[in-house]
């Protein structure tokens, strides 16, 4: 009996492990395949006509082309906006089917960005950040593409996508320019960005899938440029969470390797969890997370879910006898998270 005890013990604490691991599944869709409800097209007002580009081309081949010099000056703007102006607007968040509304300050302390995020539908949650956003993970908010937020990160960023100047649109009452950050291969979502012509300020982004389908849209309903007071940065609930972008990425050593990434993507970040590691992976402007996590050998599960522009697979590896999870977790195409999945191995 005290063997049928453990047994059932053992099981128990399986399933229990079994069920963490799919939490990250089940927070990011309510259903397994559960695919966004929008099926709209990007298509932006008076877009400027260019040629088809060829789909699944690598940086190295050099068929498509760099940016214009029009491109490049916008997106000079655009990193120049970020990290010197103050705002303040009401924002529309909508991904997988779901519309969110939220309440966005931000403000430039001393060369340093503070910026306040409070949702205003939905479970009552609020954002205090300070510092500059980094690649090693994706804390900041929908808007936090730190790839394009400076000049250094869009040198990096433009080896993997070429950025085109669609045409203009209006957004928040403000005129607006289109920029489409196009990927050079199959291994990474689109982007397409709405600067304001006065300033620069992103005003709208799209994330977008095969076909031009839009599959994550952060967009500014209203927008005031006057300076942020200190009093508007504070937390308005004890809740609130905070972060700290100063904090440098996690570097520690990992006996997980990924011998195969997308062109572009480098390793940022690795931190040790208490049942195996978590890596982070970015190009600039995607993030994508491996976990590998121990499991039971009674377990067996494989899956994915899809939450709007974000995936999450789910595989099995076997080490030296030992089973393990491999879930992948980020903004890249599904067929990419598999392959992604397939390749990590255990170093020596």
């Excluded at 539908?121 to 993970?137: D, Q």
């Excluded at 067996?300 to 522009?309: H, P, T, V």
Aim: hydrophobic letters at 40%; glycine letters at 8%.
């Amino acid at each position: 009996m005290q063997q049928v005890g453990n047994r059932r013990g053992q099981e128990r604490r399986g399933i229990r492990k079994a069920n963490s691991l799919l939490l990250a599944l089940f927070l990011l869709a309510p259903a397994v395949y559960a695919q966004s409800g929008s099926s709209e097209v990007v298509a932006p007002e008076n877009v400027t006509p260019e040629a088809a580009i060829p789909q699944g081309v690598a940086p190295q081949d050099q068929i498509l082309p760099n940016a214009t010099a029009e491109v490049e000056q916008w997106l000079g703007k655009l990193a120049q906006a970020v990290s010197e102006l103050d705002y303040r607007g009401l924002v529309t968040f909508e991904h997988a089917g779901m519309l969110e509304t939220l309440q966005v300050v931000h403000a430039v302390r001393e060369g340093e960005q503070v910026e306040r995020v409070r949702y205003l539908s939905g479970a009552p949650r609020e954002l205090i950040s300070h510092g500059n956003s980094k690649n090693c993970e994706r804390t900041s908010g929908p808007m936090a593409r730190v790839g394009l937020w400076s000049r250094a990160g869009q040198q990096d960023v433009q080896r993997a996508y070429l950025f085109i100047l669609r045409g203009e649109e209006r957004i928040a009452d403000r005129d607006t320019v289109v920029i489409e950050a196009r990927p050079r291969d199959n291994h990474r979502l689109g982007l397409v960005v709405n600067l304001d012509r006065e300033t620069g300020l992103p005003l709208k982004t799209m994330l977008v899938g095969a076909q031009g389908r839009v599959l994550e849209r952060y967009q500014f309903v209203q927008l005031d440029l006057s300076p942020v007071q200190d009093s508007e940065l504070q937390p308005q609930s004890a809740d609130a969470r905070r972060i700290d972008n100063n904090n440098p990425c996690n570097t520690s050593q990992s006996r997980w390797q990924v011998s195969w990434l997308p062109d572009g993507f480098k390793p940022v970040s690795a931190k040790p969890l208490s049942d195996g590691d978590m890596l982070v992976f970015s190009d600039g402007l995607s993030v994508f997370t491996v976990f590998v996590q121990r499991l039971g050998p009674e377990l067996d599960y494989r899956g994915r879910a899809i939450r709007g522009a974000t995936v999450a697979y789910m595989d099995r590896l076997e080490v030296d006898g030992v089973n393990y999870t491999v879930t992948v977790v980020g903004e890249i195409p599904d067929a990419t998270a598999q392959r992604v999945a397939s390749a990590v191995t255990v170093d020596g």
